[in-house]
């Protein structure tokens, strides 16, 4: 991933938006808070550029991804789907899911808005 030029361009598109890359020392995944939480506990809008991401879940927060760039493979259930531009995936609380992807960029609307405290890793099988 060339997460340099990745964080370049979303700094010029979404000035003064949060991002985070994780991890921080070579990123696989890059997401930018484009609406966070912090304005509307109820909802959260973030942009994610993932080559791939952790398996994690959520207790509260149910996910819908909008692939805008890319393809998407996203993992859930122990099923995987396979997602092009415009395609969604809603993930409902407490459902273990990852995404895989080349530097896949898309939307993830999350209600109630998303948080650290909501994001809870698990360990990968692979």
Partial sequence: MNSDKIIQELRLKYTGKNIIAIPK???SEIICEIDPTSLHP?????????????????KKSTEVYEV??????????G???????????????????????????????????????DHILVESNS
């Fill in 25 to 27: 020392d070579e990123p």
């Fill in 42 to 58: 109820e909802k959260s809008t973030a942009l994610a550029i993932v080559d791939k991401s952790a398996p994690h879940y959520h």
């Fill in 68 to 77: 805008i760039k890319g393809t998407l493979t996203v993992y859930k259930d």
């Fill in 79 to 117: 099923k995987d789907f396979n997602l092009k531009e415009k395609d969604k995936i809603t993930i409902e609380p407490n459902v273990v899911h990852y995404a895989e992807g080349d530097e896949a960029w898309f939307y993830t609307y999350s209600t109630p808005g998303w948080t650290f405290e």
